[in-house]
T-cell receptor
Framework: EAGVTQFPSHSVIEKGQTVTLRCDPI?????LYWYRRVMGKEIKFLLH????????ESGMPNNRFLAERTGGTYSTLKVQPAELEDSGVYFC?????????????FGPGTRLTVT | AQKITQTQPGMFVQEKEAVTLDCTYD???????LFWYKQPSSGEMIFLIY??????QNATEGRYSLNFQKARKSANLVISASQLGDSAMYFC??????????????FGTGTRLLVSP
């Protein structure tokens, strides 16, 4: 069974440009989460989808960030326009709705560098 | 507000020795879960071990054990018989509240472990 996948693995963009990150959760996982780790700091929750609905987007830093999960499958996280402080590693994770609480599967992350 | 504190930015251990990575947490919710993840240089987050707040015994998974001291709000990770492949970042995380299928996690800043031959 394929794990959580993320694309791209690394993105380097200039300040002011737009970047779209993609996450493909494990098939059948209705819960999808986005997290971000800024260099040297803790990993922070960004938002949570249940299927295509946003359940909690309390961690989204500002309105330059837009997350979507059309059809309840893969999700995208768009940053527009990107700022220097957006640099970091963006992780996606997925779980089933009622699975084992230990089972939160993380993707490998997308390293975003804004120059 | 829930918070995870990892006070050791870096730790060194020799191969085959045991090492303890510290984690303290703060929550007002009586029901919560504690996790440890390993992040090797390749970047993926690997689940290591989980402890529920109502679990009576300390969790163990192979060479990993969690020293859960509820009164002190600590959840230290013990790695026995360290191996070179254990060199990585280690994150402690907490889920607040009983498990309802929602796993919003709060993470610490991590500890970088280096295992030397």
């Amino acid at each position: 069974e394929a794990g959580v996948t993320q694309f791209p693995s690394h993105s380097v963009i200039e300040k002011g440009q737009t970047v779209t990150l993609r996450c493909d959760p494990i098939s059948g996982h209705d819960n999808l989460y986005w997290y971000r780790r800024v260099m040297g700091k803790e990993i922070k929750f960004l938002l949570h989808f249940v299927k295509e609905s946003k359940q909690d987007e309390s961690g989204m830093p500002n309105n330059r960030f837009l997350a979507e999960r059309t059809g309840g499958t893969y999700s995208t996280l768009k940053v527009q326009p990107a700022e220097l402080e957006d640099s970091g590693v963006y992780f996606c994770a997925s779980t089933t709705l009622d699975g084992d609480p230990k089972e939160q599967y993380f993707g490998p992350g997308t390293r975003l560098t804004v120059t | 507000a829930q918070k995870i504190t990892q006070t050791q930015p870096g730790m060194f251990v020799q191969e085959k020795e045991a090492v303890t990575l510290d984690c303290t947490y703060d929550t007002s919710d009586p029901s919560y879960g504690l996790f440890w993840y390993k992040q090797p240089s390749s970047g993926e987050m690997i689940f290591l071990i989980y402890q529920g707040s109502y679990d009576q015994q300390n969790a163990t998974e192979g060479r990993y054990s969690l020293n859960f001291q509820k009164a002190r709000k600590s959840a230290n990770l013990v790695i026995s018989a360290s191996q070179l492949g254990d060199s990585a970042m280690y994150f402690c995380a907490m889920r607040e509240g009983g498990y309802t299928g929602f796993q919003k996690l709060v993470f610490g800043t991590g500890t970088r472990l280096l295992v030397s031959p």
